[in-house]
T-cell receptor, first 115, second 114 residues
Framework: AQKVTQAQTEISVVEKEDVTLDCVYE???????LFWYKQPPSGELVFLIR??????QNEISGRYSWNFQKSTSSFNFTITASQVVDSAVYFC????????????FGTGTRLQVFP | DTGVSQDPRHKITKRGQNVTFRCDPI?????LYWYRQTLGQGPEFLTY????????KSRLLSDRFSAERPKGSFSTLEIQRTEQGDSAMYLC????????????FGQGTRLTVV
């Protein structure tokens, strides 16, 4: 069965600190996709990244970076120099090859960035 | 606004009443998904449509739940004889199959059953 675990329920940091959100997944599929979504207080899920299982290159987008390690089944997300606007709940998710939008979400990590 | 639209945003209902939610996807998107999110949890898949066909239903979708997408455009999710356990955020998402782009989510309908 597919499963996503986000062990960190809540993280609090002070602005400008770096923070890493952990994600561990389980799947028997050889082809799959991993995602990160941000959910601000407004409730809408905002897409951040999608990565397929054959692409283990790390990715950087501005202050965001992602570390995909198949060997440990992890897909961690780092925010560099955090800002108050980064405060939100962040979800890691997994999908199968043939229905990439049928997502299995983790329980989320609530990030609070204090000024 | 060309995003995914959900109506209503909030609904309070008494236990035992029926409720219906609507989702308007992005116009050219042929796939539409419903998810349910309870407090402190991640969204859970309920069902999805490709055009007007309902292709998969989760076992979370009990007999009291029914979803339709009659013309392959907007979708409705109805809950009959609501229970307090139905209180949750109901999220809709849409996507274009084989487009290699992600699904877009609406802001959700928050249901409170009292």
């Amino acid at each position: 069965a597919q499963k996503v675990t986000q062990a960190q329920t809540e993280i609090s940091v002070v602005e400008k600190e770096d923070v890493t959100l952990d994600c561990v997944y389980e799947t028997r599929d050889t082809t799959y996709y991993l995602f990160w979504y941000k959910q601000p207080p407004s409730g809408e899920l905002v897409f951040l990244i999608r990565r397929n299982s054959f692409d283990e290159q790390n990715e950087i987008s501005g202050r965001y970076s992602w570390n995909f390690q198949k060997s440990t089944s992890s897909f961690n997300f780092t925010i560099t120099a955090s800002q108050v606007v980064d405060s939100a709940v962040y979800f890691c998710a997994l999908s199968e090859e043939y229905n990439t939008d049928k997502l299995i979400f983790g329980t989320g990590t609530r990030l609070q960035v204090f000024p | 606004d060309t995003g995914v639209s959900q109506d209503p945003r909030h609904k309070i209902t008494k236990r035992g009443q029926n409720v219906t939610f609507r989702c308007d996807p992005i116009s050219e998107h042929n796939r539409l998904y419903w998810y349910r999110q309870t407090l402190g949890q991640g969204p859970e898949f309920l069902t999805y449509f490709q055009n007007e066909a309902q292709l998969e239903k989760s076992r979370l979708l009990s007999d009291r739940f029914s979803a339709e997408r009659p013309k392959g455009s907007f979708s409705t999710l109805e809950i009959q004889r609501t229970e307090q356990g139905d209180s949750a955020m109901y999220l809709c998402a849409s996507s274009l199959v084989n487009s290699n782009t992600e699904a877009f989510f609406g802001q959700g309908t928050r249901l409170t059953v009292v």
